[in-house]
């Protein structure tokens, strides 16, 4: 499997941001609360520290139904792309700049960085470690998260070094009030057909009236293993899914030669959730890896985090259609 690409401008490949690293650093909440997103570009920010104005504009952008990818503070094309996809979504103009009407759009009062109290639940279901082995995996009873600020990364949307910036002293102990990003909450409606693109590395949600839903940072395929073409179906979705490893049908994973059982959970192949489609072996689905959705290549599905696929299975159907294309035209089809 492997993972797909949406169709969006290229022109967002130019928008401006400076690049960061892993956090490295404490980072604020105020910081980010009162930090201006009409000031990004004008200065650059420490190549291993988030920048607040950038945690800012991705919350923002995840707000809007634009997804980042993982909030973390750096910029790249994910952001970048983002911001084309709002301005898409909007009817404005796709360059993927923040000019005055996008800062003006996408700016509201809510604060972006609030207190959370860690629950006992948080703490329940976590695995001490996910092996890289597709044998290892096949014997463990679930591939959970491997901690609690690893689960608290993924229900905010965030990177877990933005998680560990932001809570350098904490434990991450049920009763700790910890700091957190609050994306917006899910989008709603019925998508009637997707556009995955592999060459801008996004996938577009369309409603019956053709205006645009969602769109994402997506993995769509790979040079050695490439995402199917043309158009397909959506035929089911299954969440939390038991991943059934066939290295004949598939691919090699490691010294695997036999079929394997690779249990469910977050940290499994294919995420919290799969969205089947008519071309067999093929599917949208999570990832165990967000950080990477558009940086390494996958089997040939189209791979989103795994909050973005649940958002997209909350909205489709069987029969929903999805096409794959490959352009870089500067408006979604």
Request: charged share 25%; hydrophobic share 40%.
């Amino acid at each position: 499997m492997s993972s797909m690409k949406t169709a969006l401008p290229m022109s967002l490949l130019a928008l401006a941001i400076s690049v960061g690293g892993a956090a490295a650093r404490e980072l604020r909440p105020e910081a980010i609360n009162t930090a201006s997103i009409a000031s990004i570009g004008a200065e650059k920010a420490a190549p291993a520290d988030p920048d607040p104005a950038i945690v800012r504009l991705q919350v923002l952008l995840d707000r809007a139904g634009a997804s980042p990818g993982v909030i973390d503070g750096l910029s790249g094309e994910n952001v970048n792309k983002a911001v084309a996809g709002f301005e898409a979504m909007n009817d404005l103009p796709v360059d993927g700049r923040l000019d005055p009407e996008v800062v003006s759009r996408l700016e509201g009062n809510a604060p972006i960085v609030e207190s959370y109290v860690v629950s006992a639940d948080d703490a329940k279901g976590l695995v001490d470690k996910i092996p890289e082995d597709y044998g290892e995996k096949a014997k463990m009873q679930s591939l959970g998260y491997t901690s609690v600020a690893e689960k608290l990364s993924e229900r905010f949307h965030m990177g877990i070094d933005l998680v560990n910036a932001l809570n350098p002293a904490s434990q991450f102990a049920p009763g700790d009030t910890v700091w957190v990003v609050t994306p917006g909450p899910p989008t709603e409606g019925k998508v009637k057909r997707i556009e995955a693109n592999k060459k801008t590395g996004q996938v577009l949600a369309f409603a019956g009236d053709g205006s645009l839903l969602a769109v994402y940072p997506a993995t769509i395929g790979s040079e050695d293993n490439p995402a199917p073409s043309g158009k397909h179906k959506v035929k089911g979705v299954a969440r939390m899914p038991v991943y059934r490893y066939d290295p004949k049908r598939n691919f090699k994973q490691g010294k695997n030669d036999n079929v394997l059982t690779i249990p469910k959970g977050p940290n499994g192949p294919v995420g919290t959730v799969w969205i089947d489609l008519t071309e067999p072996t093929y599917g949208i689905h999570g990832t165990p890896e967000p950080k990477l959705i558009d940086k390494v290549g996958s089997h040939g599905c189209v791979r989103l985090t795994n909050w973005d696929a649940e958002e997209l299975a909350g909205m489709v159907k069987p029969g929903v259609l999805v096409d794959f294309v490959n352009r870089s035209s500067a408006t979604p089809k």
